[in-house]
């Protein structure tokens, strides 16, 4: 019997995102807007769809083996799961989501203190009464079913809710009076088949590729060519940080430079690299960077 990996995958707003990297790493994976299983092109991988907030629940259970989902939600279900590697992608650019406390603009509460004997709505109940229990404060948490953003001043004093932007929290003309939680995606396994050595290195094989293509998502690959006497101002002008690859030509007073750089920088790079005397200047883009 061929031996299958059962992988739950984010539903909702962080589907989009984890397909992105899950095709950047090197996967064909596609799914119909009605259906809750992913096809991929690895016939070791079972996919299924399933609400974030709901995967690290089955992974513990072991109704799956591994699963990508928030570590804010791993906390929340206080799950007891066998974490593999922090992704750090979101649905909108590279960088960790939060959970914050916030308040209307005109509310006299300053601090987490004022919050003695008022009211928080929230979907993450668990994690905003550990934050209280931190804080030796005492108020009633209640948890919200969505649209948390328009409840105070009415239905709730404060709210605790996922910010990425913060575009909806002043839509709503709210104010942060603290952060809570820094949360990235992460790849976690059951600890029973963490134990099932196939499923482990599937499982680690799987992180590598997707930690790959993350690294890669905001890099591009330039190339070119310039003569040895302008090599010095070439690299000169190159990001410090990258130590590019020097090669010789078939024309001994000529070289190859081929590098990896910030794409947000190139716009400005690459005129400077042709003052330098860099010519045949290639950008290309990157699937996979393997740290």
């Known amino acids: 019997m061929e ?3 059962r992988l739950g995958l984010p539903k909702g707003s962080l589907q989009e995102a984890t397909f992105r990297m899950l095709r950047r790493a090197g996967f064909a ?3 119909d807007e009605r259906s ?3 096809t991929i092109d690895d016939d070791q991988i079972e996919c299924m769809l399933i609400r974030a907030q709901e995967v690290a629940r089955y992974v513990e259970y072991g109704t799956l083996d591994a699963g990508i989902t928030g570590k804010d939600w791993i906390l929340e279900n206080r799950a007891d799961v066998q974490e593999i590697a922090d992704l750090v992608y979101a649905k909108k650019g590279l960088r960790p989501v939060r959970w914050v406390l916030a308040v209307p603009q005109t509310s006299k509460i300053k601090s987490v203190k004022d919050l003695k004997g008022k009211k928080i709505a929230t979907e993450a109940v668990n994690l905003t009464r550990d934050y209280l229990a931190k804080k ?3 108020a009633e ?3 919200s079913w969505g649209a948390t953003e328009v409840k105070p001043p009415r239905l709730a004093d404060a709210i605790v809710e996922l910010m990425e932007t913060g575009a909806s929290l002043r839509a709503q003309n709210l104010r942060i009076v603290d952060t809570l939680l820094e949360s990235t995606p ?10 099932d050595d196939w499923k482990r290195k599937k499982v680690q094989n799987f992180a590598l590729l997707l930690k790959g293509a993350i690294a890669a998502e905001q890099k591009v690959g330039l190339m070119m060519n310039c003569r040895k006497r302008d ?11 990258y130590k590019p690859t020097v090669a010789d030509l078939s024309d001994r007073d000529w070289v190859d430079v081929t590098t990896v750089i910030d794409e947000k920088t190139a716009r400005d790079l690459i005129p400077r690299l042709k003052e330098a005397g860099a010519q045949g200047i290639v ?3 990157l699937n996979k960077i393997i740290l």
């Open 136 to 138: 030796g404060v005492e």
């Open 141 to 143: 948490v209640e948890f």
């Open 36 to 38: 809750y299983f992913p």
């Open 186 to 195: 992460r790849l976690i396994m059951n600890k029973d088949s963490y134990e």
């Open 3 to 5: 031996k299958k990996l």
């Open 283 to 285: 950008e290309y883009p």
């Open 231 to 241: 090599l010095a101002k070439v690299l000169e002008a190159l990001p410090a940080l």
């Open 29 to 31: 994976i596609e799914v």
